[in-house]
């Protein structure tokens, strides 16, 4: 195990997901220092509880760091989107995020860098755009949530450094393609909708790499975390059936996905056409591990 790098310690909120776990391995495995914020009462010098009796965060935890990464919200992947689950998946993102910025604001020109998660689901459907960091806002539920979610990282001030992370669905067997490969397995798998609506994708490897870069360098404002190359949902679902060798033919009607999960669920997520291009980080020169959907869903499903 390499030694921690005593002038470098990284701040991770909601490390216990997939995004959070493997940045947090990613960055001990280079030496660096990680303090994670928890809801369980702290095992170890490493972790701090938080948000148990009060909405706040003591601005000492974070002082001293060079970034705080904050990752909370509840599952987005997890249906029906009952009115009761859509205000979960809210208030699971903004109190997160204001006690944070709150603290970062606090400390004032001491402050780490604030990388903050959204979603690329912020652009909404916009058939035939390319979408990037400079596009406007959606229409959809998940625009709505993801506006509401940047404008409470926006509450760190102007004295801190703030990337708004807008991430892709997370090509891997515990991101989107979970539900997938269930489906594909049984041999029910086929185009959602259209199936020729783009949407958005991105590997665990390059989400974490990109967050590590934005970490490094000096890029504030919004961050398309998307893959580099154009995918359909028909793209994503039939390179998985091929990886699988199973077949790709059913296909999956709109109204009864819609009675099924929800219309905003749908809307959202699955229906919702968004060529989002990650323009911020190709300008900083980032390259991609995985530059097609193809290349993330063998990744992701690597040969036996």
């Known amino acids: 195990m390499p030694e921690a790098r005593p002038d470098s310690r990284v701040v991770v909120a909601g490390a216990s997901g997939l995004v959070g776990t493997a940045l947090v391995d990613s960055l001990r495995a280079d030496g660096i220092a990680v303090t994670t914020l928890v809801r369980r009462p702290a095992t170890g010098a490493d972790e701090v509880q938080w948000l148990t009796d ?46 944070i910025a709150q603290a970062i604001r606090a400390l004032g020109t001491d402050a780490p860098a604030f990388l903050s998660a959204s979603a690329v689901g912020f652009y909404g459907s916009a058939p035939g755009v390319v979408l990037t960091e400079r596009a406007g806002r959606g229409e959809t539920f998940l625009a709505d949530l993801c506006g509401e979610w940047e404008t409470a990282a926006l509450g760190a001030g102007d004295a801190a450094r703030v990337a708004r992370l807008r991430t892709a669905p997370i090509v891997h067997r515990e991101g989107v393609l979970k ?61 998985l059936a091929v990886r699988m060798n199973r077949p790709f033919v059913l296909p999956a009607p ?17 229906t919702s056409d968004a060529h989002v291009v ?21 990744a992701a499903l690597p040969a036996a």
């Open 254 to 270: 709109v109204w009864a996905m819609k009675a099924a999960l929800g219309s905003d669920a749908v809307e959202s997520l699955l």
């Open 179 to 239: 539900p997938m490969i269930v489906l594909t397995k049984a041999g029910v798998s086929g185009k959602i909708g259209r199936g020729t609506q783009a949407w958005p994708w991105i590997s665990l490897d390059d989400e974490v790499r990109a967050i590590r870069h934005v970490i490094d360098s000096e890029i504030s404002g919004a961050v398309n975390l998307s893959g580099p190359t154009r995918a359909t949902a028909n793209d994503l679902g039939f390179a």
């Open 54 to 99: 009060t909405d706040s965060l003591d601005p000492d935890v974070l002082a001293g760091a060079s970034a705080v990464v904050s990752l909370n919200g509840a599952s987005i992947g997890r249906f029906p989107w009952t009115s009761s689950y859509r205000n979960t998946l809210l208030w699971s993102r903004i109190a997160p995020t204001r006690a």
């Open 278 to 298: 990650p323009e911020v980080l190709s300008e900083s020169g980032f390259t991609f591990t995985h530059a097609t959907v193809d290349e993330a869903v063998a």
